[in-house]
Structures are given as structure tokens and as C-alpha cells.
């Protein structure tokens, strides 16, 4: 019995995951990593703000507050961060370039700390954070943009890079 040698499973190719599927992997894990790192910022007194700002207009209790309400605020804000991956890869995804993602990462700090502040009652008013905790979260936020917009916008390139490919070899 004869088999096709290109049939046997050990010689198939793993088809790889789709562009969207990699976008929004990319924003749960840059959301959960980067407000991990974030907390730990707050431990240190980098700044003032918890990641579990985010339950106060949810939640109620004082869970919270708590070891669960810290992970679960992470949590939280990983499934948040897949949105704003999409918003990237909708918007800027073939954008080569750091500065994108930065300019991204610092267009959502701002959207959260002076646009959605009063929805966020754990968070002073902008003018009122001390200035540590809006150098670091400033600094947060624009390291998350970079890491997402730069790891989309790599994939995106990869696509073209392969398409090219593609077309040159003939058939």
C-alpha cells in the first residue's frame, strides 16, 4: 500500500492564522502585558492609578479593589485592547513606521485620561495627576501602540512581502 508521500501528515503545512485572528491576539496579549507592567508601576509609586480604575463604573463593591479585581481589571483591559487593534488595523495598518504606533499609543492615552476621565471617577482630573503619573502612563501607553501598531503593521508587510513573491514565481 502505497502512499503519496505529500498525503502524510508529518509533510502537510500548518496553515497559518489569519491576519485578523493575529490582530487581536496581539491586542489581548499588548493589553494584558502592558497593564501588568502598569501595576507594577503603581506598586513601585510610578503612578497613582490602578488598573482597577477600570471596574469603577461597572463594579460594584469592594472586590474590586482586591487581588481579583486587580486580575480581572487586566483582563478587562486586554479584551478593551483588542478594540483599539482593531481601530489600528482598520485605520493604520500599512503604515511602516514606530512613530505610527507611538502617535497611536499616545492619541489613546489622551482619549482615556482627558477625553473619558469623568467616566473614570478613581482618576483625578488631567491637570490634578502629579506629574510622575502622566510621564509613566503617557510612557505606557505609547510603548502598547508601538508594540501593537509595529508588530500589525509587520504582519501587513509580511503579507505583501509573500504576495510578491507569489506573483514573481511563474507557474
Known amino acids: 500500500m502505497a502512499e503519496n508521500h505529500e498525503n502524510l501528515e508529518q509533510n502537510q ?12 491576539i496581539t491586542g489581548l496579549f499588548g493589553g494584558i ?18 488598573p482597577n480604575v477600570i471596574l469603577e463604573p461597572w463594579a460594584l463593591g469592594k472586590w474590586k479593589e482586591q487581588w481579583l479585581g486587580t486580575v480581572i481589571s487586566i483582563i478587562a483591559i486586554g479584551l478593551f485592547s483588542i478594540g ?33 476621565n469623568p467616566i473614570f ?3 483625578k482630573p488631567f491637570w490634578d495627576l502629579s506629574r510622575n503619573t502622566l510621564i509613566t ?8 501602540g508601538v508594540f501593537v501598531g509595529y508588530s500589525i503593521s509587520y504582519e501587513e508587510q509580511e503579507i505583501r512581502n509573500r504576495e510578491k513573491k507569489h506573483k514573481e514565481v511563474p507557474s
Open 13 to 24: 503545512r500548518e496553515k497559518p492564522m489569519s491576519f485578523l485572528t493575529l490582530t487581536i
Open 33 to 50: 502585558f502592558w497593564s501588568a507592567l502598569a501595576y507594577l508601576a503603581y506598586i513601585f509609586n510610578f503612578t497613582e492609578i490602578r
Open 84 to 116: 483599539a487593534a482593531l481601530v489600528y488595523y482598520a485605520a493604520m495598518r500599512k503604515i511602516k513606521s514606530i512613530w505610527a504606533g507611538a502617535a497611536f499609543g499616545l492619541v489613546l492615552f489622551l482619549l482615556v485620561f482627558y477625553v473619558l
Open 121 to 123: 471617577p478613581g482618576i
Open 137 to 144: 502612563s503617557a510612557c505606557f501607553y505609547i510603548l502598547y
